[in-house]
């Protein structure tokens, strides 16, 4: 096996422990952010917009935040702020009503 194969390999295997962690801690969090640069799930979130006349400009501010990166140490962070130019899709995950998400029946994960 060559050194390139051995580097995907290793790739695709913390890719797929994002995944596998992303849909254990999903229901933990009140909001999904998505954005150019990263994908956020936080449970408490400020959008601030200030269009400038040439382009979009957002400052998202988000608290008690898990970053989509499989480079990083540890994706748990307190406090994350964004300035960004480009889209923003946020998705509510939950409500104040604390309704609990869940997987879908049959979605169950295999141990690591």
């Keep these: 096996m060559s050194y390139i194969d051995d580097l995907e390999e290793y790739d695709a295997e913390l890719e797929l422990r994002l995944k596998r962690e992303y849909a254990t801690v999903f229901g933990l969090f009140r909001y999904c952010v998505l954005t150019a640069e990263a994908t956020y799930l936080c449970n408490r979130l400020e959008v601030e917009r200030n269009d400038q006349s040439a382009y979009p400009f957002a400052r998202l501010v988000m608290e008690d935040v898990w970053v ?44 690591e």
């Excluded at 994350?80 to 994960?109: A, S």
């Design 68 to 111: 989509w990166d499989k480079a990083r140490p540890t994706r748990i962070i307190p406090r994350t702020e964004v300035h960004t130019t480009q889209d923003v899709t946020i998705e509510e995950l939950k409500t104040d009503d604390n309704v609990d998400t869940t997987l879908p029946p049959g979605f169950e994960l295999s141990g």
